[in-house]
């Protein structure tokens, strides 16, 4: 059993940055890939940013390319998303999870694990 807790949401205004942070529970968080998605108010959960085991695949929604960077320190059994260039429309929760792959991913019903959510809210 992994467990996923996530931190680093808030507030900010269009424009702004903000950078999530999710700490994995396990030494073997290494060996999974994982990914970060979203749930707005009334709409499904939608994927955002994988990153596979190694680090060194990415995988980026189309909406947040060039704005959103998904990372990982595995020293610190830690992901990340930078998010920067903030819009309204990227209001959600944001959820990181984890998979039992090394491969990463959009689909989520391929992730076995999952945090709490953070709530990220941008102004306009």
């Known amino acids: 059993q992994v467990q996923l807790v996530e931190s680093g949401g808030g507030l900010v205004q269009a424009g702004g940055s903000l950078r999530l942070s999710c700490a994995a529970s396990?030494?073997?968080?290494?060996?999974?890939?994982m990914g970060w998605f979203r749930q707005a108010p009334g709409k499904e959960r939608e994927f955002v940013a994988a990153l596979s085991a190694s680090g060194g695949s990415k995988d980026y929604a189309d909406s947040v390319k060039g704005r959103f960077t998904i990372s990982r320190d595995n020293a610190k059994n830690t992901v990340y998303l930078q998010m920067n260039s903030l819009k309204p429309e990227d209001t959600a929760v944001y959820y990181c999870a984890a998979r039992d792959s090394a491969i990463a991913t959009m689909i989520p019903e391929r992730y076995h694990y999952w945090g709490q959510g953070t709530q990220v809210t941008v102004s306009s």
């Open positions: 396990r030494r073997t968080f290494r060996s999974y890939a």
